[in-house]
Structures are given as structure tokens and as C-alpha cells.
């Protein structure tokens, strides 16, 4: 249960308590009363600092009683119920002894826990409540931080006799009404986080999480107005900071309310309290913006500021995934550490195949033990050979799957996530492993120590390739979706605190677990496990809406794309790549020499941008014609810019129109150029249409305003080409 600084002595809180919190240009607006949980009342623009009285004269008034309905005026509270006259999704859900409860919680302290936020204001919020018909406490959280952004949590206390069942714990937040659209993503393996909008109509509209995995998950759900694109418009969204099961609503009634609810989902059986036993949910986090682009933008200033977040410059990551597959040998690997060192990358990793008898997909996965045949003298030679080129070494470990053609699944049937009678569906063709099984995680525990111990590895990807099908751990008979994400937790946590240093990537089939509950563990994530750049652009720009650029990897792939099949030149690739945290997933050892040194030219150049692109706030922009892409990172003070300007396909006209590049500072001049590594070609070259452009070859001084609203013309690039600029305040 969370503890919070409080001073030693509190007195007895005195209902109706409004309080008003502030920061980062955001106001949220509590309301507690005496017969009911607290209820945001405003969640979104800063209101200015609001006096006592007009606080308590405003959240006094409300809506008249409806013909058909409760003789109270409905509320909708952060764990809204029917106790409070809510007709909607309830937020708490469960039974005892088998038969559901109906609780009505009365508040019985409200504490301001923190007060850093603009003037002086509330930041931090806490309130304990108590329901003796169900017998359960319930205590909530709210932090407003620096940036804005607002994250809340809620933890259960049986104070009964008996088992408590917890079926759900909903936290609720209201939108507002002219916020007529929902927004939510979708998508599948290779093609993630597909942003899109709908009709926000009276009703349920649930985004749901089964399988503790996410490809074609929503990593964000909210509400916007019709037409909110990246800079206009405006937005409130949610998201469940959980790498397990989720769900997450945005339910519309006929009284009026806009409500976004969100938690963890729970399978019957999962979370049984004894008495005196507590359950804690996930953080939600919760944002708003004018636009996307502002909105995501508190996300990653937030992270920005976490202790964990990395310190160091991100390292360009060479996989040789793409290079041998399954064929490793130390032969083999040794000229493409050579070469991954040669062009400029700072960490060669080895991926899935050094293992047991994993010579192919079909076995070997929970024996993690260097491969005597593959590797007759362990992976320190590997190991000494990149660590002497100064780059460091990382390793490929999915320590949450086991193949049935395994030394562990023969030794113990017993460690598979299981239903009673039947395996589950196999995918990929392997299994999951019950990290809820003691002796099955201290297995894993203990083998990953070794391999990690003997090898000096740096970096760990940490893959998970498969969903969670009838996920039941055969120790408890119960669903094991909460507990194995509680395993898997506890099994990183320990594996850093025993590896200082140590930094691990979250990949799971490429992109299919992206949580910021992950994100308090790992430092990078693997956007997906297509790197053909034109999908990396979609993929990339529904990953921001959660993540800042330099904890997603993004890698130069082969010249024609592994996944799409696609033939693309260098300079959409590296471009694509170089936005991210870069690497390289391509057999250099069969590239030109001339692509070598093309590809270091532009890995020189992410090296020298890196202060910028990795700490500047991200933006895209809103263009009338689909045929272009366009993104961009500016340095926090307005000085420094770069944008990627991208041409997808043909447009209905020619040349196309203006380009806007958003996010300068309106009232500064900006020098603009177009920015390539040392020698490489621009992709304008001299042909007609850039001859036409007078300004083009030399470049051109604006002001930020008309950059921003009205824009440039640009060469009018031929399908599949991108082109760099820079933009310096003169």
C-alpha cells in the first residue's frame, strides 16, 4: 500500500473538501463529500488560481434530478457506483462467498500530500474510504506532475472475515461534451499502434486486453473534438501502465456524462483477498493537449524526468538478427563485429539461436545454456571481441516462453500454463512458462545469472513472442495473467539490482508490449519487427503518443525490407532510423563498400544530433495531402531544429502545397538548409522542379510564425524519398 509524506498529527477531515490542483498549464478539480468518493469535477486547462469560495460555490451546483431516475442527482466518481446514483459500468466489481456486493464508500480522510505545483498548488492528493457493508477499504491517489500530466491508482483492503473475490477496479475520469469523437488504436503484428478516430455515440465503446500481449491493442483511449489532428483541436486520453491484461472504456450516457475508464482486467479467480490482504492497481496516466503533439508531449516529459530514465547517450545498436538468423557461429560473427564497429555502432547484439538445442523455432526455449555445439568455448570470445571494440555486448533471452522439445518441459510438464486436461494452443510453436511456479522462476533466475555472468553482457532483449492463451497456472488451477506479470517484474527487478548497469529492451514480437508499467524497468522498447521505413512512419507516430523518440529502437534494415519486401534507398532508412534510438538490422558483411560508408556517414550524423533529437519535444505535422509525412524535433528552447520530410506517394497536385513545420518559436527568425552527412547526395538532386525553387540551393531565413501557419513550398520529391532540414534562430 502506498505511503505517503503526511504530517504527524492530522486532524479529522470536514467534508464537503475541494481541491484544486495545479501544474503545467493543467488544472484538476476534486470534490469530496461526505456520502460519497471524491468526483473530478475538471480535468484539463488551467482554470487560473480559483479562490475558496468560488471553488465551493462552483462545485456546489449541480444538475437537476431526471424523470426515471434516482431522487439524487447522479455522480460520477473516481470509482463510480451504483451507490451514487451511476447507471454505467460500475468501478468496482466482486463477490464473497460467491455473491456480489453493491458498496457505497464513505470517505474518512482527504489529504494534500504534496504542494510543488504553479503558485503553491495542490500536486498530490490522497483520500481513504471505508464501506462496512461490504467490508473493504479503499484508498486513492492522484499525482498532477510537473508536466501536467495526471496519474492516479487505487489499492483494495478486505477488512472482512472471509475471501474477497475482485473481479474489477475501474478508476473514472470525465471528458468533455464537445469531445464527440473517441480515439483509440489498433493494428497487428508488423503494422502497431494504427491510430484512428470514431463516433463517441451513447454507450460502451471498450478496448480489452486478453492476452497479455498487444499488437492489436490500444496503448492509448480517449476523446477528442472532431478534426483534433497533431497540432489543433483537443484531446484527453488514458493509459493503463500495465504489462499484463487491460481495459480500458469511454462510455457516453443519456444524463450527459463523458467518461474515460480505466484498469486492469481480471479474469474470475485471479485476485482473491484473504482478510487483511490488499490488491494495488496499476498507475493510470492520464493527458490532455490541443492536439496530439501537446498531449503526448506531457507523457514524455514526465518520463524525461523519472531517476530511471537514461542518462547516457543511446547507444547505435547493430542486431544481427537479420544477418545470420539461426546460422551463428563465432566465424561467422567476428566480421560482423568488425564491420558493425567499422560504421560507427556502440553495441553489437546477438539474438535467438546460441541456446540449447535452438538451431530453429521448434526448441530449446527455457534451457538457457550456451550451446556447446554452436559455441564450443562459451560466448566470451564473442563477448571479448565487442567489448574490444568498445562497443557493448547484448543478448537475446525470451525467458517467459519454454518449447515443449525442451530439457525443462521433459524434466517438468508441470512449469507450462496449463488448463487441467489440455495444453493450450501452441504459437510459434511454444509455450509459456509459469514464472508463478517457484521452483520454474528460480530455474530461470538461476540460469540467466550464469549466462549473463559469463558472457559480461551489457544489454539484454527481452522478447516475449507469443500471446497468452488459457493462461492457468496448473500450481494454483487458478488464471494467472496478474500473477505472471507480477513474476516477470520481479524477475527483471532482480535480475538489475544484481547487474548494475545492466539495460534491457522490451520486445515482444516487436511491438506488442509497450506499457509504461514495462517502461519502469526497461530503457528502450522495440517499435516492431517491421523495419520497412514507410511502416516504421505510422508505427513510430501512434508509438509517441506514449513514448519519447529515444526509447523506441529503430534500425537501418537490409536494402530490401526482411517484412514488406519493399526496395528502398538509404536515405529513407537511415532518415527513418535516425529519429529514434538508431540501429542497424542488415548483413553488412553483404552491403557495398560504398553502402558502408554511406550508412557511417549517416550514423556520424545521428551521433551529433543525438543531444537534440533525443531531448527536444517531438511534433508532426497536420498536412492536407496524404502523399507527405512530416515530423520534426525542436530543442526546448526554441534555438535548434531538424525535420524529416517525407514523400509517400503522388499527390492529386503538382507542386504540392506548403509544407508547415509546427513547433518554432512564432516571434524568431529561423535559418533553414537542408541537412546531409558528409557526402551523400540530396535526395532533390537538380531536377526541374528543384531548379524552379530559387531559395532551395542556398536556403532561406523565416520567421517561425510563417513556418508554423503558413508554411514552404519544398522540392516536390518523387515517391519513397525523404529529405532532412535544419533550422537554426538566426
Request: proline share 6%.
Amino acid at each position: 500500500m502506498p505511503i505517503s509524506q503526511t504530517a504527524a498529527v492530522e486532524p479529522p477531515t470536514v467534508f464537503p473538501v475541494t481541491v484544486q490542483m495545479r501544474a503545467g498549464a493543467t488544472s484538476v478539480v476534486v470534490r469530496c463529500e461526505a456520502d460519497s468518493l471524491p468526483e473530478v469535477l475538471h480535468w484539463g486547462e488551467d482554470l487560473g488560481a480559483l479562490t475558496t469560495f468560488s471553488l465551493e460555490s462552483w462545485a456546489g451546483v449541480r444538475a437537476g434530478i431526471v424523470s426515471g431516475g434516482a431522487d439524487v442527482v447522479p455522480r460520477v466518481s473516481l470509482v463510480p457506483s451504483q451507490a451514487e446514483g451511476w447507471r454505467g459500468t460500475p468501478g468496482l466489481m466482486g463477490t464473497r462467498g460467491g455473491v456480489a456486493g453493491f458498496p457505497g464508500f464513505k470517505p474518512t480522510r482527504v489529504q494534500v500530500v504534496a504542494a510543488d505545483g504553479t503558485d503553491g498548488a495542490p500536486t498530490g492528493l490522497r483520500v481513504d474510504a471505508h464501506d462496512p457493508e461490504t467490508q473493504l477499504a479503499l484508498g486513492l491517489e492522484l499525482r498532477l506532475e510537473a508536466s501536467g500530466l495526471l496519474r492516479m491508482r487505487a489499492w483494495l483492503t478486505n477488512e472482512g472475515s472471509d475471501d474477497y473475490a475482485l473481479d474489477c477496479l475501474l478508476l473514472a475520469l470525465p471528458t468533455p461534451a464537445d469531445e464527440s469523437e473517441v480515439v483509440d488504436q489498433s493494428g497487428h503484428h508488423l503494422r502497431e499502434r494504427d491510430t484512428a478516430r470514431h463516433e463517441f455515440t451513447i454507450g460502451t465503446h471498450q478496448r480489452v486486453t486478453w492476452v497479455a500481449r498487444g499488437h492489436a491493442a490500444s496503448t492509448i483511449h480517449g476523446t477528442c473534438r472532431p478534426a483534433t489532428g497533431w497540432g489543433s483541436g483537443r484531446t484527453h486520453y488514458v493509459h493503463v501502465g500495465w504489462s499484463g491484461n487491460t481495459r480500458t472504456l469511454a462510455e457516453r450516457d443519456v444524463l450527459g456524462h463523458s467518461v474515460l475508464l480505466a484498469g486492469e482486467l481480471l479474469l474470475p479467480g485471479e485476485v482473491v483477498l484473504a482478510p487483511g490482504e490488499s490488491y494495488e492497481m496499476p498507475w493510470v496516466v492520464a493527458t490532455w493537449g490541443q492536439g496530439f503533439d501537446e498531449a503526448s508531449g506531457r507523457i514524455h516529459a514526465f518520463l524525461r524526468a523519472r531517476e530511471s530514465h537514461p542518462a547516457t547517450p543511446r547507444p547505435v545498436t547493430f542486431n544481427a538478427w537479420e544477418a545470420v538468423y539461426f546460422e551463428q557461429s563465432l566465424d561467422r560473427l567476428l566480421p560482423l563485429v568488425d564491420v558493425a564497429a567499422e560504421v560507427g555502432a556502440e553495441r553489437f547484439v546477438l539474438d535467438d539461436g546460441w541456446f540449447g538445442s535452438r538451431r530453429d523455432d521448434s526448441s530449446g526455449l527455457g534451457d538457457w545454456v550456451v550451446s556447446s555445439a554452436v559455441w564450443p568455448d562459451g560466448l566470451a570470445p564473442l563477448a571479448r571481441a565487442v567489448h574490444a571494440h568498445g562497443m557493448e555486448f547484448g543478448l537475446w533471452f525470451e525467458p517467459e516462453a519454454i518449447n515443449l522439445d525442451s530439457d525443462a518441459a521433459r524434466a517438468h510438464p508441470d512449469w507450462v500454463l496449463s488448463p487441467r486436461t489440455r495444453r493450450p494452443q501452441e504459437a510459434r510453436r511454444q509455450q509459456v512458462i509459469d514464472l508463478t511456479n517457484p521452483e520454474a522462476f528460480e530455474h530461470v533466475l538461476g540460469q540467466m545469472r550464469r549466462v549473463l555472468n559469463d558472457a559480461s553482457v551489457d544489454y539484454v532483449k527481452w522478447d516475449f513472442n507469443r500471446d497468452m492463451y488459457e493462461a492457468v497456472s496448473p500450481l494454483s488451477g487458478r488464471p494467472a495473467y496478474h500473477a505472471q506479470t507480477q513474476a516477470v517484474y520481479r524477475l527483471m527487478d532482480i535480475l538489475l539490482a544484481e547487474f548494475p548497469g545492466l539495460e534491457i529492451e522490451s520486445c515482444a514480437g516487436g511491438g506488442g508490449r509497450i506499457d509504461l508499467g514495462m517502461m519502469e524497468r526497461a530503457v528502450r522498447v522495440w517499435g516492431s519487427d517491421c523495419i520497412d521505413p514507410l511502416e516504421r512512419l505510422g508505427i513510430e507516430a501512434g508509438t509517441s503518443l506514449l513514448l519519447p523518440p529515444e526509447l523506441v529502437g529503430s534500425h537501418v534494415a537490409s536494402t530490401t525490407s526482411h517484412t514488406t519486401g519493399r526496395t528502398l534507398n538509404l536515405t529513407l532508412r537511415a532518415s527513418t532510423a535516425m529519429f529514434s534510438h538508431m540501429g542497424i538490422e542488415w548483413n553488412l558483411l553483404e552491403a557495398a563498400e560504398s553502402e558502408r560508408r554511406e550508412l557511417a556517414a549517416w550514423i556520424a550524423l545521428h551521433k551529433k544530433l543525438r543531444p537534440l533529437l533525443h531531448t527536444g519535444r517531438t511534433f508532426h505535422a497536420d498536412h492536407p495531402d496524404a502523399g507527405w509525412r512530416v515530423r520534426g524535433v525542436v530543442s526546448d528552447d526554441g534555438s535548434d531544429a531538424v525535420f524529416q520530410l517525407v514523400r509517400v506517394t503522388t499527390s492529386p497536385v503538382r507542386p504540392g502545397p506548403a509544407l508547415r513545420l509546427p513547433g518554432l518559436t512564432p516571434e524568431a527568425d529561423y535559418a533553414l538548409t537542408e541537412l546531409l552527412p558528409e557526402g551523400v547526395a540530396s535526395s532533390v538532386g537538380d531536377g526541374e522542379h528543384a531548379r524552379s525553387l530559387v531559395w532551395w540551393p542556398r536556403g532561406v531565413t523565416v520567421p517561425g510564425s510563417v513556418l508554423g501557419t503558413v508554411g514552404l513550398r519544398f522540392p516536390d520529391l518523387d515517391p519513397e524519398r525523404a529529405l532532412l532540414v535544419r533550422l537554426t534562430r538566426a
